[in-house]
Every structure is written in structure tokens, then in C-alpha cells.
């Protein structure tokens, strides 16, 4: 299987799923109407999406049914605290998932120097944006662009948010992929692109919680990532 960081270097765009839920029928969805990649949850109550996810041990059944009908890279947020993440990554990695994504407080060091794994690490909006061309150095390999502040998740894209997502893609080495904390829309995709962002990953704001939504929002976005 292709390794995440690679398939976002050489591809134009790549196109990521958050799942709203650990489904395999929702990840088979996915996959058949054309993401690249798919993440999952474990130990987060997950804001954007209003689910709980549970540990390894709890999920590890269907990790196991969507690592085996999986078409692309797979990732896993392992999640929130150094306790938890470190309870469970390596659970991750043995079972076959290609990366893993964690906020930069959130990842342990250990993790970060573990070769066999893509780490994508995030900030947030209260990160100083300086310490982006310092994430190879801690083991980075992907950038996740999840700097909008959380009361403003679900608005809309401007001029603003494109200034920002150029700043940051100027500024690291670092391919980088950005979540649709806002509700990003097909036709801006391209706007994304030309800022230098190599991966939009759609969450349950634009993609819903049912098999229907997700089908229709990865159509629409493989449809705009084809045109780019």
C-alpha cells in the first residue's frame, strides 16, 4: 500500500475522510466513491462529529474489517493526552494503519521517533505558527492544518482563511493537508490547491453522519479534485 506522505507529494490534490464513526459500511462507502485515504478515532469524544470513540481494545473488530477492505492509505487518531496516545498506538501500527495524526501536545516523543508510521501532527489555533519549520526536526512528516478556532467551525471559507493556509504551506517543507473545520466547499477546492495545501480531508461538517451525505460529498470533492 502506498505510503500516506508519498501519495500527498506526488498526487495534485488528495482527497481524506474523517469518518464520523468507526463503520466499515461507511468506510466502504468512501472508498467507493473515491477518497484516497481514510482516518478513524480512538479515545476522543469528537467535537465536530458529536461521537465518542472508544479504545483498541473496544474498536478493534471493525479497525480490523476497514484496515482489510481498505484501497488506499488508512490513519488513526489514537487520541487525546499523552496517556491514552500511548496506551494504543502501537496497538495501530501493528494492525496495519499507515499514519497517524495527533495534535503536536498530544503526540508523544517516542511516537514521533518511530519510523514505521506517518506521523501527521497538527496545531491548533493557539499555536504560534513559528514552530512550523521546526516539525521534520521532532519527527513530523505531514502538516494538518487544524488552526480555526473552534467557535467558528462550520462557517464558511474566505480571503482570510486562504491567506492563512498560504502562510503556512510557505513556511514548512512539510506536505499539508487541510480538515474542513469550516464547512469548505467543492468549487473552493481548487482556491486550496493554489495556495499550496496538497490534501483536503472532509469531516462530518461537509460530509454528514449517513452513508448517503458521505457518498454525495466525496463525489462532489473527487469530482473538483479531478478538474484541478
Known amino acids: ?27 466502504r462507502a468512501a472508498w ?11 479515545n476522543v469524544e469528537h467535537r465536530a462529529s458529536g461521537t465518542s470513540f472508544g479504545s483498541f481494545a473496544q474498536e478493534r ?30 496497538n495501530v501500527i501493528d494492525a496495519g494503519y499507515n499514519f497517524v495524526s ?37 519527527g513530523a512528516d505531514v502538516f494538518e492544518a487544524s488552526v480555526m478556532a473552534p467557535e467558528t467551525y462550520g462557517d464558511r471559507i474566505s480571503v482570510r482563511e486562504l491567506l492563512m493556509y498560504a502562510r503556512i504551506c510557505d513556511n514548512t517543507n512539510l506536505p499539508v493537508l487541510v480538515p474542513t473545520q469550516r464547512n469548505v466547499m ?10 499550496g495545501v496538497k490534501a483536503t480531508m472532509i469531516g462530518a461538517i461537509v460530509t454528514g453522519r449517513e452513508e448517503d451525505s458521505i457518498r454525495r460529498a466525496v463525489t462532489e ?7 484541478l
Do not use: W
Request: with cysteine.
Open 1 to 27: 500500500m502506498q505510503n500516506f506522505k508519498e501519495m500527498l507529494i506526488a498526487n495534485k490534490h488528495t482527497l481524506v475522510i474523517s469518518l464520523p464513526a468507526n463503520d466499515a459500511g461507511l468506510a
Open 32 to 42: 467507493q466513491e473515491g477518497v484516497d485515504a481514510v482516518k478513524v478515532h480512538l
Open 61 to 90: 473488530d471493525v479497525l480490523a474489517q476497514i484496515i482489510a477492505e481498505a484501497k488506499g492509505p488508512c490513519g488513526v487518531v489514537p487520541g487525546v493526552g499523552l496517556a491514552a496516545v500511548s496506551t494504543d498506538y502501537q
Open 102 to 138: 495527533l495534535y503536536a501536545h498530544d503526540m508523544p516523543v517516542a511516537l514521533a521517533q518511530t519510523a514505521s508510521v506517518t506521523k501527521m501532527v497538527a496545531f491548533d489555533n493557539s499555536y504560534d505558527m513559528a514552530y512550523l519549520q521546526y516539525l521534520e526536526r521532532a
Open 186 to 195: 467543492p468549487c473552493e477546492v481548487a482556491s486550496l490547491a493554489a495556495c
Open 221 to 227: 470533492f473527487r469530482n473538483a479534485i479531478d478538474k
